[in-house]
């Protein structure tokens, strides 16, 4: 879990950087393409402002995945720069308060979650699996395509 411990904030700002595991992220995904096994890296400024904190950073994930079309091991990340959530204090919005702590966890994954591959793809115009062809697929292959019209093409009808 990450959290930040709201009296650190009073003075100044904090800056936290560092990993949070996947088995903490709690993702919750069983995809059998899209696999998080790495921990999630973090660099994050965080600042308190009249009723709500403030976290902006950057967040990336490593994903190890197999393309959907070729099935293809490779690997990606979801990287996020510039990513912010602003956390209300009071009001009807407030984010829950433990011991002065407010845990930026369920809102790191949400914001993974969103931005999960759905179809991975080892590139944009992966083409697939390359399948080889028996003599017998080769041989019917080579013989026109008989229309399905074509005897109802030679039908006159007045």
């Known amino acids: 879990m990450l959290k930040i411990n709201l009296r650190h904030l009073e003075e100044n ?3 936290l950087k560092g990993e949070l595991s996947v088995a903490d992220l ?8 899209v696999h998080a096994e790495r921990p999630l890296k973090y660099d994050l400024a965080v600042e308190l402002l009249h009723d709500a904190v403030l ?16 099935l293809k091991k490779f690997k990606t ?16 919005d407030k984010v829950p308060v433990d011991n ?10 949400e914001d993974m979650l969103l931005d999960f591959p759905q179809h991975p793809l080892c590139k944009p115009d992966c083409a697939g699996l390359k399948i080889k062809k ?14 399905a019209w074509a005897e109802l093409d030679k039908l006159k009808l007045k």
Request: a negative charge; hydrophobic letters at 45%; glycine letters at 8%.
């Open 55 to 70: 976290v902006t950073g950057t967040l990336v994930l490593p994903l190890d995945c197999e393309c959907a079309r070729c």
């Open 134 to 147: 028996t003599a017998a697929q080769a041989e019917v292959a080579e013989k026109p395509a008989i229309a």
């Open 13 to 15: 700002g904090l800056q």
């Open 100 to 109: 002065d702590c407010v845990d930026l966890t369920p809102f790191l994954r």
């Open 77 to 92: 990340e979801l990287k996020f720069t510039g990513w912010a959530v602003h956390l209300p204090l009071e009001g009807e």
């Open 26 to 33: 709690d993702l919750g995904v069983n995809d059998e393409l």
